[in-house]
């Protein structure tokens, strides 16, 4: 039984679970004259009939699923003959994709060799019982821990601090997940990171001015070395953002100050719609938008005034993304502008001050920290756009200034070096970490940076 299948199950016992368990709890507090005389509501009871009957079953699922692909893996290749086990983890890799792709049929077993074909009904087989055995044992769980707690429905028993016992704890997992995860990202990128300056000295990754990731097969062959200067790539995605931000910022900004203070009410209900729909449109329309209108717009307009315009330039880019991301500027400007005290508003023009001095003086300062916040999010989506870059900048690692130039981005050549299969040992896949592990510490100490200029103007305020 497939795994979707199982929640299905589990979502399925655990209501009846809970109805058993209201029921067997009103049936026990009948005899002693009402639910008054229960330790607990009766609700208390059904929910944790609920929560014995889904967490444990849940949790051997979410253990099974985790584990389940490693143990299977592991058996199939000791189940082959050891004059033909992988010499190493990358070998190891692709014979097992080869084996999955004979138990799925994908490929012929007659067109690989025999223990090849061998292990993939040995993968079948073991893959058939672990979705029984899985099967069985989740529905056993989740049956018993509901049946366990149907009979723990009495009197004297406080079922109310059990279940809010175990939703503190659940509560607290949730909040650990973000931080777990956060973790884990670091953890494994700065592993691959450090794999990657093993092989290239970090020196030459921060203060190289070129950019070459393509390495070859043998040493002997010309270009072996490869170049990983990392100061094209920042350049390019700090030019890029810096025209987006340049469009996104005061388009955003002032659009929210009219919608929230200046506007009609017929106005701003069919002009903030609209501007909002520009954040679900997919940016690979951004992309085509970007490549088959704008650039060539700023070819022919950069040749009348005697310019020489690149036909993918990092204007052209930076134009189409800062309209991309001008709804998340006014849209949180907007919300943060309505989310100040009426009473400011109303202070202000009692002491004759106008409306656009009210606006400038009082309720701007006021709204910094959010507005500041929207920026922000709005710097970060720039930073990690690809798609339009792709088509409307280009892959050129080029290190200028001049925004009529082709460039590229740091996202886009993380994306491009791991696209398609990839044997993580070479210096040109394992900088696509390099490239990630640095652009995560410096939005990091971009966004440390705001958070402490925040803090400064919130306290005018607290």
Not at 119 to 140: C, I, P
Not at 407 to 434: C, N, P, R, Y
């Amino acid at each position: 039984m497939q795994t979707a299948h199982l929640l299905l199950l589990i979502l399925v016992l655990t209501p009846i679970a809970y109805s058993l368990a209201l029921m067997r709890s009103r049936a026990v507090a009948k005899p002693l004259g009402g639910i008054r005389n229960l330790k607990a509501l009766p609700f208390y009871y059904a929910a944790r009939a609920a929560l014995w009957c889904a967490i444990p079953a849940l949790i051997v699922l979410a253990l099974w699923a985790a584990f389940e692909s490693k143990v299977i893996q592991g058996l199939v290749i000791a189940s082959m003959p050891m004059d033909v086990w992988p010499e190493s983890a990358g070998r190891a890799s692709l014979v097992l994709s080869q084996i999955s792709n004979v138990a799925a049929g994908s490929l012929n077993a007659a067109s690989v060799p025999e223990h090849i074909a061998e292990a993939a009904k040995v993968l079948e087989g073991l893959r058939d019982r672990s979705d029984n055995f899985k099967a069985m044992l989740v529905a056993l769980i989740a049956i018993l821990g509901a049946a366990f707690a149907w009979t723990r429905v009495m009197p004297h028993i406080n079922a109310r601090e059990n279940v809010e016992r175990t939703l503190r704890w659940i509560f607290f997992l949730c909040a650990a997940v973000a931080v777990l995860t956060t973790a884990g990202i670091v953890f494994s990128v700065l592993f691959e990171t450090l794999r990657f300056f093993e092989k290239v000295p970090i020196t030459d990754f921060l203060f190289s001015t070129s950019w070459s990731p393509q390495t070859a097969l043998r040493a002997d062959q010309i270009g072996s070395d490869g170049a990983f200067g990392v100061i094209p790539l920042f350049t390019g995605t700090l030019l890029i953002s810096a025209i987006a931000l340049l469009v996104a910022v005061p388009t955003g900004l002032l659009s929210a100050v009219y919608l929230s203070e200046y506007a009609s009410k017929r106005a701003r209900a069919t002009i903030k719609p609209l501007m909002e729909m520009l954040a679900g449109i997919p940016t690979v329309v951004y992309g085509f938008f970007a490549a088959l209108t704008v650039a060539p717009f700023i070819r022919d307009a950069a040749a009348i005034i005697g310019l020489e315009a690149s036909s993918q330039s990092a204007l052209a880019a930076g134009l189409v993304m800062g309209i991309m991301i001008i709804p998340f500027v006014s849209s949180l400007s907007d919300d943060v502008i309505n989310a100040v005290p009426q009473a400011m508003r109303d202070g202000s023009l009692a002491l004759g001050a106008t409306q656009s001095e009210t606006m400038k003086k009082v309720i701007f300062p006021a709204a910094l920290p959010g507005i500041i916040g929207g920026i922000l999010l709005a710097a970060s989506r720039a930073i990690g756009e690809t798609m339009i870059v792709v088509m409307a900048a280009g892959l050129a690692a080029n290190l200028t200034a001049n925004p009529l130039e082709s460039v590229t981005t740091v996202t886009v050549q993380i994306a491009t070096l791991l696209v398609g299969d990839q044997e993580f040992d070479s210096a040109k896949t394992l900088s696509a970490f390099a490239l990630g592990a640095l652009l995560f510490i410096v939005t990091l100490m971009l966004n440390v940076v705001a958070l402490k200029i925040v803090r400064k103007y919130r306290e005018q305020y607290d």
